[in-house]
């Protein structure tokens, strides 16, 4: 059995105001896509899936040859649009598992809470989000964080 991990930055970030593209905005010096790509692959887990959507072209560039790129064309829909793009891509795999994280959680997940958050959901989805510095929260659980 594999389990892939799956970043979604198809989006545009619309509520970030401006034109550009939310993966590559900056933060501490690197794109936001930077910091949760380096959690994903040092994670040890694979394959690295990345949708795009919104300036795709800019997003792919930026991009290593590691990862598995997934075009999202109806990225306007939302995150749901990923999770498709992502079930499609992994459907024909029957050995893979899948758990995800969004992009700007990604910036705050260190590879180790990715290989926990993967180990405590390895049948299903684990879309990952903070409330608090100190937690770790998923759809079904709170991970207390060191």
């Known amino acids: 059995m594999t389990v ?24 501490r010096g690197r794109p936001l896509l930077a910091w949760a790509l380096d959690a994903a692959i040092a994670s040890g887990l694979a394959p690295v899936l990345v949708t795009i959507g919104y300036r795709a072209a800019d997003v792919r560039a930026s991009l290593p040859a590691s990862v598995e790129i997934l075009d999202n064309p109806e990225w306007e829909e939302g995150i749901a649009a990923s999770l498709r793009a ?38 299903g989805l684990a879309q990952a989000f903070f409330e608090d510095p100190g937690e770790l929260r998923t759809l079904d659980r709170v991970f207390q964080l060191p």
């Open 4 to 27: 892939a991990v799956a970043v979604f930055a198809a989006g545009r970030g619309s509520r970030l105001g401006g034109d550009a593209s939310k993966p590559l905005l900056e933060w």
């Open 86 to 123: 992502v079930l499609t891509a992994l459907a024909p795999r029957a050995e893979v598992t899948l758990s995800s994280f969004g992009l700007l959680e990604g910036i705050k997940h260190s590879e180790r809470i990715v290989r926990m958050l993967c180990a405590s959901h390895p049948l």
